[in-house]
């Protein structure tokens, strides 16, 4: 591979201009309807790789974006420097700690292979392709969340480098560790996290999968069973069509169905009498509930493993009246004008507990979040919007992690929308200590405070 000469720019790893080979597969990630086209992309191999791409931006003024894998992508960068960590997956189990050190482009699934050799587990989402440090600076709601918190509660260190090109470890205690678990990219890029791990081996979950006819009724099953259930139970339902191609089995092709997604800590034994109101709604097109090796923990939500196009917003509901699901299937279903994936996640628990001082997760008192994903195209920010509107009577806020893409939705008024007022105010004046000249902006942004 050719390396860009760069005068002032020195990296180990490979750096891209715009319209030179290796570019545009530089920039690709899991989301294709938003895409960077930064002026100059540094391919970062190490820390001092991203030290130096920094403080080269810093130096000419220009911002700066990071890509990992691109699931979460929210503001694309239009100029500037893009910082890829996906070479950097190094990952360094501490068995006796209980600890991980993961390097900026480790993936979920990667993680959970390695944590499963010692009898250990992360706090991941539901997604293998995911990145470890991007879902887990968003705060994390991991397939597990009820029973331990927000994966962003349970980070050990930071290494940051800040705008000012300095590689810093931060530690809980520390005012800029607090901000930057819980608001991306905002104060610099992130070269590795240390985070706990679960002493598990396996977990009981799978899905429970409902045909048109029972989508109703299996959303308000499990509307009333998330009223009294154990800490150890995660669950989420997820209403859609399914796509009519020939990937998907065909019974259920082309099919509007309600799947139940959960996953749970405790016996076998004890999961099947949990969920026997759930099976009690009717027949299943799918029913694969079991105990499975927490390495095999992917097959739970089955996201999509392939790159595509899509949208999202959320909503971080304070209760789930009848009211508030009907609202919901109403303005989501195969008759509401755009085609959607809407789905509704059971909170509280632990994630209803503080973390650690000053953490910038906030909206702990949600009992739901109610996410929809579409394509994007005409009439789909008007629909998603329409959405949020149904749920407004209940809605607290939203979760910056469940916000994708969006185009003109993403200013500064959403980003707001992600925090208490006091919170928010706390971070804009750490902004403008920290990053004055908002070097890091291509994201959820916070901007600095005016002095």
Not at 226 to 231: C, G, I, K, R, W
Not at 264 to 272: L, P, Q
């Amino acid at each position: 591979m050719t390396r860009t000469a760069i005068p002032d720019l020195s990296t180990t790893g490979p750096v891209f201009r715009a319209g030179e080979p290796g570019y545009d597969a530089e920039i690709t990630g899991f989301q294709t309807a938003y895409t960077h086209r930064p002026a100059l992309v540094v391919g970062a191999l190490h820390a001092e790789d991203v030290r130096a791409a920094v403080e080269y931006a810093a130096r000419h003024g220009l911002p700066v974006a990071v890509q990992a894998t691109g699931h979460g992508l929210s503001v694309a960068a239009d100029g500037g420097v893009l910082i890829s960590t996906r070479r950097m997956t190094d990952i360094r189990i501490d068995p006796a700690a209980g600890t991980a050190r993961v390097a900026a482009g480790v993936r979920a699934g990667a993680l959970v292979d390695a944590a499963a050799a010692h009898g250990l587990a992360p706090l991941n989402g539901s997604s293998p392709t995911v990145g470890v440090v991007g879902y887990t600076l968003g705060g994390g709601i991991g397939i597990l969340a009820r029973e331990f918190g927000y994966a962003a509660d349970h980070v050990r260190a930071v290494e940051l480098v800040t705008a000012d090109g300095r590689l810093r470890r931060l530690e809980p205690g520390d005012e800029l560790f607090a901000a930057v678990l819980g608001t991306g990219g905002n104060f610099g890029v992130v070269t590795a996290l240390e985070l706990d791990l679960m002493p598990l081996t396996e977990v009981y979950g799978g899905q429970l999968t409902f045909d048109t006819r029972l989508v109703e009724p299996a959303l308000e099953a499990w509307r009333l069973w998330t009223h009294d259930l154990p800490e150890t139970m995660t669950s989420a339902i997820t209403m859609l069509t399914i796509p009519n191609i020939p990937q998907v089995p065909e019974p259920l092709r082309g099919r509007y169905t309600a799947t139940i997604a959960l996953a749970y800590t405790g016996t076998a034994a004890e999961g099947e009498r949990l969920v026997a109101p759930l099976r009690a709604v009717g027949a299943r097109l799918a029913d694969d509930l079991r105990t499975m090796p927490y390495a095999e923990s992917h097959g739970i939500h089955r996201d999509p493993a392939d790159p595509h196009p899509y949208t999202a917003t959320n909503a971080l509901l304070s209760a789930l009246p009848t009211r508030a699901a009907e609202t919901f299937l109403d303005r989501t279903g195969p008759d509401s004008g755009v085609p959607v994936v809407a789905g509704l996640r059971h909170l509280g628990g632990a994630l209803r507990r503080p973390g650690p001082a000053g953490i910038a997760v906030d909206h702990r008192e949600a009992e739901y979040v109610a996410r929809v994903i579409a394509s994007p195209g005409p009439g789909v920010d008007e629909r998603l919007a329409d959405i949020r509107d149904g749920l407004s009577p209940w809605t607290i806020g939203h979760h910056l992690n469940f916000l994708y893409g969006g185009g003109a939705r993403a200013d500064e008024e959403q980003t707001r929308e992600g925090y208490a007022p006091d919170t928010y105010a706390r971070l804009a004046a750490l902004k403008a200590t920290h990053d004055a000249r908002n070097l890091f902006r291509s994201n959820r942004n916070i901007r600095p405070a005016t002095r």
